[in-house]
């Protein structure tokens, strides 16, 4: 929060270099990105979207490649909420099935993202309504009102060592409590929940089995930490996770170690990278024949890949 004092939240913090873009901006690129994407190829259909709601987050993973952060929400402008509502519907109308919304940290704004998820599931009647989530602003109010809605909350935890957590930027000593809150209210409300874990140089060595047992998650999706240059790496990056990285061969070795955990799915670098195409507003202007990823787009974006 701001004060009329203090600059706004985007001048005052260093990494907020990016100008917020215009609402018809962000609004004109996400429909110019749908159209143009199943133009170019018939067969192309966005049938799982994976919704970058917000750039924002608490948290300071420091392997984290959403480091281009825009003060900008769509949902919470003078009349966002239908026109995101608009976007939602055509990529529905241009075939998705899914929608899994992601950050950032979604639940910074819990309020619109409950009202979306409402309208994916009751007005669009899509298959599947997922959140990924770092955890830490969800309340039990929130599965009162919006669990209905959804079908499935993934947080993410990288280790069950408080002290690793921390030394990961994953929150200040207080995540894994939060998270056995949150597995809880899951169960209370029926909603399935998912686990999300990077494997980086601080918990490579860990046993996370027991844990994981006992949360006892529908999945648990394993990471490598993955370097992109110019988000979290390189001379252009806001964010340097190199000293984070592990080879394949130490990824291997850690699901080796949880091979008995059966709803482990890994994915490593290469899966990674392939599975997903980015598109933002910076896709914008006249370039029509993107097939390869547009990785990094600095602003709200919308990716349509195995995004859950
Ligand atoms: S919680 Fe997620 S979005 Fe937030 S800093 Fe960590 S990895 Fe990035």
Known sequence: MTDASSPPEELAHPRHRFDAPR????????LEVIDARVQEDEHLTPTSVNWHYTRACNYECKFCFHTAKSSYFLPAEPGGMDEAQLCLKRLRDAGMKKINFSGGEPFLHPKHLGELCRFCKETLKLESVSIVSNGSKIQERWFQQFGDYVDILAISCDSFNEETNVKIGRGKGMHIRQLEQVRNWCNMYGVPFKLNSVINIHNVGEDMTAAILQ????????FQCLLLDGENAGPDAL???????????????FLKRHETVACLVPEDNTRMKDSYLISGASTLGPRRSAPAPLLGAPRPSWTSGSAS
């Open 23 to 30: 609402k018809e901006e962000v609004l004109a690129g996400a």
């Open 215 to 222: 949360l006892s998650p529908v999945r648990w999706k394993v």
């Open 239 to 253: 964010r340097d996770a190199k000293e984070l990285a592990i080879t394949g061969e130490q990824f291997g070795q």
